[in-house]
């Protein structure tokens, strides 16, 4: 993501940031955080200039080893090696959840079986300590379209 937290992307922006998926059922946006990290909040900014209950009733997946692409909503609740959060609710402008995992991959997924698409201006994963010292690398950002 670029930092920058507004989240208007009208035609004002010259260059609109923000991550948006198609429309698809169970819509999902996932990032290698680069190393084992234990983290303790998740910020989620959304878009402020229009369809802001896009970003409503998902979940937050965090596992030790890589999200596959192919792995679905089902999946992911079922696998013991994988921390969920659930979170209930329409994101305004920010959303600020506490959480209390480990991990390296996260993923934010929708929960609606409707072709709907995920979006939001920036993801921040605020933690207590890096586990690991990453190796020199660029953070790979996996967004489902």
Known sequence: MDGITQGNIGPSEANPTISHTGLEPEAWWQV???????????????????????????????????????????????????????????????????????GQFVRIQLSSTENTPLHFKEVEILETSAIESPDPCEVTIDQSF
């Open 32 to 102: 290698d955080l680069g190393a084992v990290s234990e983290m303790d909040t998740l910020k989620i900014f959304n878009r402020t200039d229009c369809c802001q209950t896009r970003l409503g009733n998902f979940y937050f997946f965090s596992s030790l080893t890589p999200i596959p692409a192919t792995a679905t909503l089902s999946d992911l609740r079922l696998d013991p090696n994988v921390q969920e959060l659930f979170y209930e609710g329409t994101v305004d402008s920010l959303l600020v959840l506490p959480i209390d995992f480990i």
